[in-house]
């Protein structure tokens, strides 16, 4: 695996490469990220990732100092993993200038749920997934179900802005006892990481109630609220939604998805599942 540091380097290494599978990362890379790659390798001759952490989508209270950094492990795992490219710019690489030019996304795809409670996050992900689009400039690009409404906004912005890129969603990896894998699970402390997979209990529970016929909906949710509540949790949402648009379902909305977010301790953690 080439490693390259700059945006020139990535380029002259990617002239002539044939199809190219993009998977864009922060680091700190689990199982559910080395899914994404096998899967890269199979729909292009060759396969680059990026890691970066973007501060342009981190709010002034969030982690983006203590997220962590763990460039050796992750160029390790990327190799075994058959990455052929893997780009690790610095931020004077990629924002050797304030950053003035923003994608700005639909504001109804982004005042709700995750964008709610995290203001200007999905603008940051879309402006640094355009700029790396531009850097890479893949034919097809990978990203996991599991940030599911950064999934959305990101479709709908190669739809928009007609970016000749195909979008393939990664199913979600999860640990034997039902939790997500994600980056912050590392924040959880011995007890809360026993706690955490009931969240994606909830979200299983609220499936299982509405196969089985119920339609009460504000009921299910409320009920998986206060079931975390209960056990110690700070919830954020737990929500039925229609899966095209994340928006409340409407009559006849056959395709659906529960996406729930709570605080445990001081670590935030977001699920979903497709109903
Ligand atoms: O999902 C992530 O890790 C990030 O939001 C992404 C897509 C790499 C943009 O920084």
């Not at 096998?38 to 981190?58: G, H, K, P, W």
């Not at 009920?223 to 039925?240: N, Q, S």
């Amino acid at each position: 695996m080439q490693t390259h540091h700059t945006i020139a380097g990535l380029r002259a290494a990617l002239a002539g490469a044939g199809r190219v599978a993009f998977v864009p990362t922060m680091g700190n890379l689990h199982d559910g990220h080395i899914a994404l790659m096998r899967e890269a390798r199979t729909r292009a001759d060759v396969v680059v990732a990026s890691i970066f952490v973007n501060r342009l989508q981190f709010g002034p209270s969030e982690d983006f100092d203590k997220y962590p950094r763990t460039l050796a492990d992750d160029s390790a795992r990327l190799a075994a993993a058959g990455v052929n490219f893997l780009f690790a710019p610095d931020e004077k690489e990629m924002y050797p200038a304030p950053q003035h030019y923003h994608v700005e996304p639909d504001p109804a795809h982004v005042n709700i749920l995750e964008g709610a409670v995290r203001p200007g996050h999905f603008g940051g992900v879309a402006t640094v997934v355009l700029k790396l689009f531009n850097i890479v400039r893949p034919d097809v690009a990978l990203f996991g179900k599991k940030d599911y409404q950064q999934l959305m906004v990101l479709r709908n912005m190669v739809r928009e802005l007609a970016l000749p890129i195909e979008i393939v969603a990664g199913e979600t990896i999860r640990a034997d006892d039902g939790l997500a894998l994600s980056s912050r699970n590392g924040y959880l402390s011995a007890a809360e990481r026993a706690e955490a997979p009931r969240l994606s209990r909830q979200l299983a529970w609220i499936r299982e109630r509405i196969a089985t016929g119920e339609r009460d909906f504000l009921r299910l949710e409320t009920e998986a609220v206060a079931e975390l509540a209960a056990h110690g949790w700070h919830p954020d949402y737990i929500t039925i939604r229609r899966r095209s648009d994340l928006q409340a379902p409407g009559k006849g909305d056959e395709a659906l998805v529960v996406l729930g977010a709570a605080r445990l301790g001081a670590t935030r953690l977001i699920d979903n599942l497709e109903i």
